[in-house]
């Protein structure tokens, strides 16, 4: 398996920025970028973020607004969060240069063993093996594995039948042929098992079960959450804080929210005790938006308010100060409905 994935991947491997060169640093940056992305968008943030930090030095003088301001809309937000506190650490105890070694890597904030393996068998050819969803994905089927691969019992048998396949050079290129296989040909839906180079020895092609592998113990359930904004408007000006809580969107900004048990309608509003609502306040729902999280549906209200309400605890900008700040996707999109950037 080990040398087909070789020649495969030398012959079909994709043009990607990242491989150009084997400097830790940009290399850490595309790992981070391309966690829960797909390559398709993470081409275009990672160009972007380069663009901005082109080395360590510009990454760690950066502050968080101006950081999750570049990242904004790619989600996920703690690991922008967790790449500024890494690049300070190794500006301070590196001397700036990007570490390549798995064990100096592993220590690091938002670096795991997935992304030092990647790291430093690219870097260095250290002989390590990645295990991310396309591994999982090409191993379980290819010797038709039943383990569940979201239990310590399965990401242990995964990382030793990984550990196995690693040729004796050439590490980095065998680990970036199996992230482009799983990709390219081994894919969670409609794998191409028919041109698949490797699908003579594929014990799950030649049992008719690719379909059922890999295996998990849980089902993802998703949360349903409501979310209702208060756009509060006073002479071109409204309201926004910062997140400051453990949850989504930590240190973005938003408009004052109110989570609820179920959708709320124009008599909850204006009964609520989150603010005095006067009766010349002006209050119009907008249509609600729906937005998917990988483990929550957020099910969003924007209310309009006209009204001489706020609080010390908000910030209050003009709409022309819009792009200066951090939102989530989703008051991003309200923003643009509203044509306000």
Request: glycine letters at 4%; hydrophobic letters at 35%.
């Amino acid at each position: 398996m080990t040398d087909k994935i070789l020649k495969w991947y030398k012959q079909n491997k994709r043009d990607l920025p990242w491989r150009r060169n084997k400097d830790p640093y940009k290399i850490w940056v595309s790992e981070i970028i391309l966690q829960q992305t797909q390559v398709k968008t993470g081409l275009k943030y990672y160009k972007k973020f380069l663009e901005r930090y082109t080395n360590l030095s510009d990454l760690a003088s950066s502050s968080e607004n101006d950081l999750l301001k570049i990242w904004q809309g790619l989600g996920y937000y703690n690991r922008a969060l967790n790449m500024l506190t890494t690049a300070k650490l190794v500006t301070r105890q590196y001397n700036g240069i990007f570490p390549s070694q798995y064990d100096v890597l592993i220590k690091l904030k938002g670096i795991g063993p997935y992304t030092a393996a990647a790291i430093s068998s690219i870097c260095i050819d250290e002989k390590k093996a990645v295990l991310d969803g396309n591994v999982f994905r090409i191993l379980s089927r290819y010797y038709n594995m039943s383990t569940p691969i979201d239990t310590f019992q399965g990401k242990k048998e995964y990382q030793n039948k990984a550990n196995t396949l690693l040729p004796n050079k050439n590490c980095g290129e065998y680990n970036q042929g199996m992230m482009d296989f799983g990709s390219i040909i081994c894919t969670q839906h409609t794998p191409k098992c028919t041109i698949c180079p490797i699908n003579i020895d594929c014990q799950a092609f030649e049992l008719k079960n690719i379909e059922y592998r890999p295996l998990k113990a849980k089902k993802l359930k998703l949360k349903k959450r409501y979310f209702n904004y208060f756009f509060i408007t006073q002479n071109n000006r409204f309201f926004i804080k910062k997140r400051l809580s453990s949850d989504v969107w930590y240190k973005l900004f938003e408009m004052p929210l109110v989570e609820s048990s179920q959708k709320l309608n124009i008599k909850d509003i204006k009964s609520h005790n989150y603010f005095k609502i006067t009766q010349n306040s002006k209050i119009i729902s907008s249509t609600d938006v729906v937005h998917l999280l990988s483990h929550q549906k957020l099910i969003i209200s924007f209310w309009e308010l006209d009204c001489q309400q706020g609080s010390n605890k908000w910030t209050q900008i003009n709409f022309n100060q819009i792009p200066n700040y951090p939102f989530p996707k989703p008051i991003e999109k309200y923003f643009d409905i509203k044509k306000l950037t």
